[in-house]
């Protein structure tokens, strides 16, 4: 069996890295934070004409009909240059809620979602607050056994803060007579598939900030002297950037499974989301650590641009489900009676 992505895969991912690299540059993300809604209409635009934004979008409503393989690699270099526009969100969460939901709400949104006319976003009680509510023209909200699909004047918006500057987070507020869009066994199966899907999103992107944040540090290390001596060339600085290295390498085998598991929907595509966003995470949280010290004072700043990186890897390891959910639900598969461990679970 072939584990590797294919040829295509990985041009697209190579065009799109150029792409997000030469346009969403730290610059532009801090002059975003400066604007009304903290997103541009024309960026936004032109991840559309590259049809990023209808990438999962079936066919017959004006996508390209792709799955979370074809998708997984470009979500990682999402977050290598910490993109604020939620391209992650719609492509692997609100596109595919949407679509298992069907019916009119599908046929009247998708095909607008595919040509960048209108955003989805997806509030689930799992995160309390909901990114980017303000833009949105459908949000997408779970509460209890229900799903409600609802148009911004339909909802009451109150902003909350982040960590991450370029995070816009709203608690929402549904009016008591909302008719939810589907509910009972229905809703709850949607709701964790949902789950599964947000937090291989943040898996992904916390893969990129850990590559970014180990990108930046070596390049500053290989500049910056002490003694007379490039700090790169210091033994300790080596170590603080080659543990991240291998935590890094092992993370992303599980993100690329996480992904396999959620397009064939696999029974085990929640153990395998779980196992992913730690490892992912943990990378990203170990790269910001590291990556401080070795900048020294100088990774303290605010005009330094690793904090962009930085704090968007601690936003993302508690959303989607935190370390404790995510470990609880591997804790529960390993100590259960089915669990199949070692080779001969593995290979079977």
Same mark, same amino acid.
């Given at each position: 069996?072939?584990?590797?992505?294919?040829?295509?895969?990985?041009?697209?991912?190579?065009?799109?890295?150029?792409?997000?690299?030469?346009?969403?540059?730290?610059?532009?993300?801090?002059?975003?934070?400066?604007?009304?809604?903290?997103?541009?209409?024309?960026?936004?635009?032109?991840?559309?004409?590259?049809?990023?934004?209808?990438?999962?979008?079936?066919?017959?409503?004006?996508?390209?009909?792709?799955?979370?393989?074809?998708?997984?690699?470009?979500?990682?270099?999402?977050?290598?240059?910490?993109?604020?526009?939620? &391209? @992650?969100?719609? /492509?692997? $969460? %609100?596109?595919? *809620? =949407?679509?298992?939901? #069907?019916?009119?709400?599908? +046929?009247?949104?998708?095909?607008?979602?595919?040509?960048?006319?209108?955003?989805?976003?997806?509030?689930?009680?799992?995160?309390? &607050? @909901?990114?980017? /509510?303000? $833009? %949105?023209?459908? *949000? =997408?909200?779970?509460? #209890?056994?229900?799903?409600? +699909?609802?148009?911004?004047?339909?909802?009451?918006?109150?902003?909350?803060?982040?960590?991450?500057?370029?995070?816009?987070?709203?608690? @929402?507020?549904?009016?008591?007579? %909302?008719?939810?869009?589907?509910?009972?066994?229905?809703?709850?199966?949607?709701?964790?598939?949902?789950?599964?899907?947000?937090?291989?999103?943040?898996?992904?992107?916390?893969?990129?900030?850990?590559?970014?944040? @180990?990108?930046?540090?070596?390049?500053?290390?290989?500049?910056?002297?002490?003694?007379?001596?490039?700090?790169?060339?210091?033994?300790?600085?080596?170590?603080?950037?080659?543990?991240?290295?291998?935590?890094?390498?092992?993370?992303?085998?599980?993100?690329?499974?996480?992904?396999?598991?959620?397009?064939?929907?696999?029974?085990?595509?929640?153990?395998?989301?779980?196992?992913?966003?730690?490892?992912?995470?943990?990378?990203?949280?170990?790269?910001?650590?590291?990556?401080?010290?070795?900048?020294?004072?100088?990774?303290?700043?605010?005009?330094?641009?690793?904090?962009?990186?930085?704090?968007?890897?601690?936003?993302?390891?508690?959303?989607?489900?935190?370390?404790?959910?995510?470990?609880?639900?591997?804790?529960?598969?390993?100590?259960?009676?089915?669990?199949?461990?070692?080779?001969?679970?593995?290979?079977?």
């Amino acid at each position: 069996m072939d584990f590797t992505f294919t040829e295509e895969q990985l041009l697209f991912q190579e065009s799109v890295r150029d792409f997000l690299f030469n346009e969403v540059t730290p610059e532009r993300i801090r002059a975003s934070w400066q604007s009304d809604t903290g997103r541009e209409h024309l960026l936004w635009q032109q991840l559309t004409d590259l049809g990023l934004v209808g990438m999962t979008v079936p066919e017959e409503h004006g996508g390209l009909g792709m799955n979370e393989v074809d998708f997984i690699l470009l979500a990682q270099e999402c977050g290598y240059v910490a993109l604020p526009e939620p &391209l @992650v969100h719609t /492509a692997l $969460v %609100a596109v595919p *809620l =949407l679509s298992d939901l #069907g019916g009119e709400l599908a +046929a009247q949104w998708l095909p607008k979602i595919a040509a960048g006319q209108a955003k989805a976003l997806v509030g689930l009680e799992q995160n309390l &607050l @909901v990114e980017d /509510a303000h $833009v %949105a023209d459908l *949000l =997408l909200l779970q509460r #209890g056994d229900a799903i409600y +699909a609802l148009t911004p004047e339909q909802v009451s918006l109150r902003h909350n803060e982040s960590v991450d500057p370029s995070r816009r987070l709203y608690g @929402v507020d549904i009016p008591a007579d %909302a008719a939810p869009a589907v509910t009972g066994d229905i809703a709850v199966d949607l709701t964790g598939k949902t789950l599964n899907r947000g937090a291989l999103g943040a898996a992904a992107q916390a893969l990129g900030l850990a590559q970014r944040m @180990v990108d930046m540090s070596v390049q500053y290390t290989g500049e910056r002297q002490q003694f007379g001596k490039l700090i790169g060339s210091f033994q300790a600085v080596k170590h603080h950037m080659a543990n991240v290295a291998v935590a890094l390498e092992y993370a992303k085998a599980p993100v690329h499974r996480a992904a396999y598991s959620i397009a064939m929907d696999e029974v085990r595509a929640g153990r395998a989301v779980s196992h992913a966003k730690l490892v992912a995470c943990a990378a990203a949280n170990l790269a910001a650590k590291n990556s401080v010290q070795v900048h020294g004072a100088m990774g303290y700043p605010w005009e330094v641009d690793l904090h962009i990186f930085m704090k968007k890897a601690w936003a993302l390891a508690n959303t989607w489900g935190d370390a404790g959910y995510h470990k609880a639900r591997v804790a529960q598969y390993i100590f259960s009676d089915e669990a199949q461990l070692g080779a001969v679970g593995t290979f079977s």
